[in-house]
């Protein structure tokens, strides 16, 4: 009886599983591989592929290295720095932009997300979001990942903390 308990169990998890798998798929919101988007990406980001890996990307959290940046965190934040970029309005929340990095250290397939201090999706300010996307995408010191001794593709992500109006920290 015990056995068939855990056989029923067992299967009823990986009928699940399964179901959960093909469902994610079908919402964009969800962490995953950024699609290419004529009307955002630039058509002349390359992916770098190979015969072992194919088109796939691995995250920022795989490989020696988390946070692969020449400098690390604390050179995009002094960069902030100069740049004084901030809203009028005195919103809170948060503004994350995802991308991908190539094996060449180049990024590409840039992808917003801007929610409330309590984690809501909402639009903050238009214009902060523009100016947060354009100082990312101007970052010019990401490194390739390597994987058995192979150059790869990875998704990075920075968060921006905005408290009223102002970044007060740069995440992860």
């Known amino acids: 009886m015990i056995k068939a308990v855990y056989?029923?169990?067992m299967l009823s998890f990986a009928l699940?599983?399964?179901q959960t798998e093909k469902n994610v798929k079908k919402y964009p919101a969800t962490v995953g591989d950024i699609e290419f988007d004529k009307t955002l990406d630039d058509a002349d980001f390359k992916r770098c592929g190979s015969k072992q890996w194919g088109h796939f990307s691995f995250q920022y959290y795989q490989g020696a290295k988390e946070f692969s940046y020449k400098g690390e965190k604390i050179a995009i934040t002094e960069k902030l720095k100069k740049e004084n970029i901030y809203s009028e309005k005195k919103i809170n929340g948060y503004i994350t932009v995802r991308f991908l990095v190539n094996c060449e250290g180049k990024t590409g397939l840039f992808r917003l997300q801007h929610m409330s201090p309590d984690l809501k999706d909402t639009v903050l300010d238009e214009e902060l979001?523009?100016?947060l996307l354009q100082f990312t995408k101007f970052l010019d010191g990401w490194m390739p990942k390597e994987i058995k001794g192979l150059k790869v593709d990875y998704y990075?992500?920075?968060?921006?903390?905005i408290e009223n109006g102002k970044v007060?920290?740069?995440l992860p």
């Open 7 to 9: 056989l029923f169990a």
């Open 16 to 18: 699940v599983s399964c």
């Open 129 to 131: 979001e523009n100016k």
């Open 156 to 161: 990075q992500y920075i968060t921006y903390k």
């Open 168 to 170: 007060s920290e740069v």
